[in-house]
């Protein structure tokens, strides 16, 4: 398996040129924070993901986790790396200072978290579900609450998770059963959870759980759900750790990919009931939760980034060292990389991502943004948020399963074989399109909740800044300009579609909604990698190429242009013209 390389000159070129860094540091919260203390922050990232994490990710798929009464004991050397993580202060980096976070901007730690994500993506999912536990804490709870659980949480030495899913209750979590029963002060918790990624370890002292269940007098659905933090041990008034509470792991899943996180079955109550607490208001748990989740959404996309960064560095070393074949124009013994086919096939990968990157890494930008001293400019970022979270989520992680794949194709026969640590990265991709809300649930929040419900102001606002790079799409970028338009001409017509056709036929859209979301993605990415290209071409001409990093900028965004934008005709037609084979088929015949 070959060494990781954090992408630290990639992630800084991104932020600075797509997530809006100079304007995130002009912010007065981030008046500290200079670019240089950026680079060396991610620098120094990026050594520890790559001489830290990254190489326990083969061992922890390997060995996987033991669990035994209730006890799951993680794979050799992932306690203590996580220790090291915590002691130097990674996990609190975004973080509030107030609760002892570093208060850097989200972008910084995002970047950061690509590259723990990269090393070992089982390993990055503790840390990612603590830091979203540990806001929808801060943003609901009682200050009583966040005092005592926050500093634990947002420095590491306590882990989160949460708790949503159970047996017959998968995404309905309209038909949850976790009962909570008031005592006093407190709550009883008697019920069962699935899926929860690490529910039960041996790397911290203390776990958070935040838990959806119903009170007694709860209304039906999802109006009458609650959220309760529910410590695996109480915690006494000073911060100490008191008695263990009501719950266990009962077992854990045994699962295609991220072998190295464990995924729990927990359980609430069987010796009376679990003590937890109420966050905020009774009945609003869903409304809370979602902070939580929209927060794992975008890390999950960002996770597609991760683990397609990681397959294309593999797939890259592979090629350059493995001699197969007379490539054209080459003596015997030349690498498969000068096979044309690799080189298509590398390209496909590295423009993918260049292209995954940037969208994550603008709507991180755009995150901090709406949180600036400025209303106006913070009401419109938020929007943007709002908007192209669930593309992010979705089409970053279905483009992961392609570059995942494609990266055990360039390994030809080797990349079946286990020992080679390719397939490790597909089979870990694979997870990604489906928790935290599948991909068809993330492009029916886009086309109802994003698109129909403002009646596609926010879509066409976006559509309407992209359009304004493509009169600088000239010369070698004219293949780019050419294709983007024709791009952001079929998007907005799927968009004039949804808004014309969901009040009367809501369900023809949702038979389209997957599709319209790949054409989002696909054109938001053409529009993100011709800002790139033309951001590299500008500062070619004022200071010169060096290595020529900025011109392989301006050839994967016309490689782009050729093989991934033209995917957009496609989607348009089925998302506006396929659902009749949808919803016409027979029942009878599946």
Known sequence: MTAFEAPVRDALFVMNEIGNLPSVLEQPAHAETTP??????LEEAGKFAAGVIAPLNAVGDREGNKWADGVVSTAPG????YKDFVENGWNALGSNPEFGGQGLPHLVSFAATEFWTGANMAWSLCSLLTLGAALAVENH??????????????????????????????????AIRTRAVPEGDVYRITGTKIFITWGEHDMAENIVHLVLARLPDA???????????????????????????DLICSSIEHKLG?????????????KGGAIGYLVGEANRGLEYMFTMMNHARLNVGLEGVAVSERAYQQARDYAKERVQGRPIGQANGAAI???????????????????????SYYVAG??????????????????????????AKGWCTENSQIVTSIGVQIHGGVGFIEETGAAQHMRDARITTIYEGTTGIQANDLVGRKVARDHGAAALALIDEMKSVLPGLDGQLAPLGAGLAEGLADLERAVGFILSTNDAEPGVVAAGAVPFLHLFGTVA??????????????????????DGFLSSKIVLARHYARHVLPHARAYLIAATEGADSTLGYDDRHF
């Open 78 to 81: 992932v306690a203590s790396a």
């Open 525 to 546: 990415g053409g529009w993100l990698v011709a800002k790139l290209a033309l951001s590299a071409r500008e500062t070619m001409a004022a200071k010169g190429d060096g």
């Open 219 to 245: 209304p039906p659905g999802v109006k009458g759900i609650s959220l309760f933090l529910v410590p695996k041990f109480l915690v006494n008034p000073d911060g100490s750790l008191g008695e263990r509470n």
């Open 366 to 391: 755009q995150m901090d943004l709406a949180h600036g001293s400025d209303a106006g400019l913070a009401k419109a970022a938020a929007a943007r948020v709002d908007l192209l979270t669930p593309v």
């Open 141 to 174: 709870a009682s200050d009583d609450l966040k005092s005592l659980y926050l500093p634990k949480m947002i420095s590491g030495e306590w882990t989160g998770t949460m708790n949503l899913t159970e047996p017959q209750a998968g995404s309905d979590l309209a």
């Open 337 to 359: 990389i000068h096979h044309p086919d690799i080189r298509r096939m590398l390209l496909d990968m590295k423009a993918r991502i260049d292209a995954m990157r940037a969208l």
């Open 258 to 270: 991220i072998h190295g996180s464990p995924t729990a079955v927990m359980s609430y109550g069987d």
């Open 36 to 41: 240089e203390l950026v680079a060396t922050i």
